[in-house]
């Protein structure tokens, strides 16, 4: 069993950054999938960054590439989310989230997939 808990969350004005951090408990094995996702009330969960655990192999959507950067701690089995350059239409909750099946390709796509460990989320607000 894993469990997921996000922080990192604040308020910040455009221009400015926040590193989410994502510990997890439980076993984290190479190849799990991992990734950050986020929701505005009202619209979909859209899937935001996703990395092959141990692996390296990264995805990120279009409108966060060269300002947000996902990394791992193996060591603290912990999962961040640098943020630079924010912009108000990043405001969101911030959700962390892991598969323990599936399979690379999927992993690294636009997919949204499926991910069976959810954390709580992270609230992120980005004044103009």
């Known amino acids: 069993q894993v469990s997921l808990v996000e922080s990192g969350g604040g308020s910040v004005q455009a221009g400015g950054s926040l590193r989410l951090s994502c510990a997890a408990s439980?076993?984290?094995?190479?190849?799990?999938?991992m990734a950050w996702f986020r929701q505005v009330p009202g619209k979909e969960r859209e899937k935001v960054a996703s990395i092959v655990v141990g692996i390296g192999s990264t995805y990120y959507t279009d409108s966060v590439k060269g300002r947000f950067t996902m990394s791992q701690d193996n060591a603290k089995n912990t999962l961040y989310l640098q943020m630079d350059n924010l912009k108000p239409e990043d405001t969101a909750m911030y959700y962390c989230?892991?598969?323990?099946?599936?399979?690379?390709?999927?992993?690294?796509?636009?997919?949204?997939?499926?991910?069976?460990?959810w954390g709580q989320g992270t609230q992120v607000t980005v004044s103009s």
């Open positions: 989230a892991a598969a323990s099946v599936m399979g690379w390709s999927s992993c690294v796509s636009p997919k949204s997939g499926s991910y069976n460990y």
């Open positions: 439980g076993i984290i094995y190479i190849g799990y999938c």
